[in-house]
T-cell receptor, first 111, second 115 residues
Framework: GENVEQHPSTLSVQEGDSAVIKCTYS??????FPWYKQELGKRPQLIID?????GEKKDQRIAVTLNKTAKHFSLHITETQPEDSAVYFC??????????FGTGTRLLVSP | GAVVSQHPSWVICKSGTSVKIECRSL??????MFWYRQFPKQSLMLMAT?????????EQGVEKDKFLINHASLTLSTLTVTSAHPEDSSFYIC???????????FGQGTRLTVV
C-alpha cells in the first residue's frame, strides 16, 4: 500500500522567510497530492493540491511542486506570517478516494 | 467544496460505555465517507471507509466490532465506539470526498475522552 513520509517534523522560521516541507510517496499509481493545514483542535483545511499531470502549482504565497519520477512533492510558503503557524500534512491518494497522510510538520513562524 | 458537519464536537464518557458520533454531508450526497483517528501530535490515521447501504471497510488493525459504522443514507454516517476505554480517547474526524472524487473535506472532529 501507499506510504507517505514527510520532513521535517518541526520547522521554525522568522516572519518573512520561506518555508519548505517535503514529502515522498511509494505508490506510483498515486495521482493526487493535497496539502492540509491544521490548527490546534480544528479540522484539516485544504490549502493547495496538485495532480500528477502537473509539475507545479502556485496560489499566491503557496506553491507545490511534484516530481513523479522521484516520487516526491514539496510545499513552499513564501513571505511567511505568524498566522501561517500550524501543522501541515501532505497526502497521497490510494485506491478509491482514499488518502494516506504524512506524519505532519509543525511550522512556527516567529514575529 | 463539500460541507461536512460532525456531532458532537466533544464528549466525555465513562469506561465501558458506548459513544455515537455523527457525520453529515450537508450539501451533496456521499456514497462514501471516511473515518479517521488522530492522537495528540500525530497524523490522521484512516480507520474505515463507510459505504452507503453496505458494510464498512476497515483498515488493518482496526476492530470492526469495537468501532461500529453505519451509513444508512447518502448524507449520514455514524461511528459508534463500543465499550470505550481510556486508550480510545482521541480526536475522531470524518471526511467526504468532493465531486471531483479527489478532494477530501473534513468534519470539525469529535474529541472523545474516556474516563
Amino acid at each position: 500500500g501507499e506510504n507517505v513520509e514527510q520532513h521535517p517534523s518541526t520547522l521554525s522560521v522568522q516572519e518573512g522567510d520561506s518555508a519548505v516541507i517535503k514529502c515522498t510517496y511509494s505508490d506510483s499509481a498515486s495521482n493526487y497530492f493535497p496539502w492540509y493545514k491544521q490548527e490546534l483542535g480544528k479540522r484539516p483545511q485544504l490549502i493547495i493540491d496538485i495532480r500528477s499531470n502537473v509539475g507545479e502549482k502556485k496560489d499566491q504565497r503557496i506553491a507545490v511542486t511534484l516530481n513523479k519520477t522521484a516520487k516526491h512533492f514539496s510545499l513552499h510558503i513564501t513571505e511567511t506570517q505568524p498566522e501561517d503557524s500550524a501543522v501541515y500534512f501532505c497526502a497521497a491518494n490510494t485506491g478509491f478516494q482514499k488518502l494516506v497522510f504524512g506524519t505532519g510538520t509543525r511550522l512556527l513562524v516567529s514575529p | 467544496g463539500a460541507v461536512v458537519s460532525q456531532h458532537p464536537s466533544w464528549v466525555i464518557c465513562k469506561s465501558g460505555t458506548s459513544v455515537k458520533i455523527e457525520c453529515r454531508s450537508l450539501d451533496f450526497q456521499a456514497t462514501t465517507m471516511f473515518w479517521y483517528r488522530q492522537f495528540p501530535k500525530q497524523s490522521l490515521m484512516l480507520m474505515a471507509t463507510s459505504n452507503e447501504g453496505s458494510k464498512a471497510t476497515y483498515e488493518q488493525g482496526v476492530e470492526k466490532d469495537k468501532f461500529l459504522i453505519n451509513h444508512a443514507s447518502l448524507t449520514l454516517s455514524t461511528l459508534t465506539v463500543t465499550s470505550a476505554h481510556p486508550e480510545d480517547s482521541s480526536f475522531y474526524i470524518c471526511s467526504v470526498t468532493g465531486q471531483m472524487n479527489t478532494e477530501a473535506f473534513f468534519g470539525q472532529g469529535t474529541r472523545l475522552t474516556v474516563v
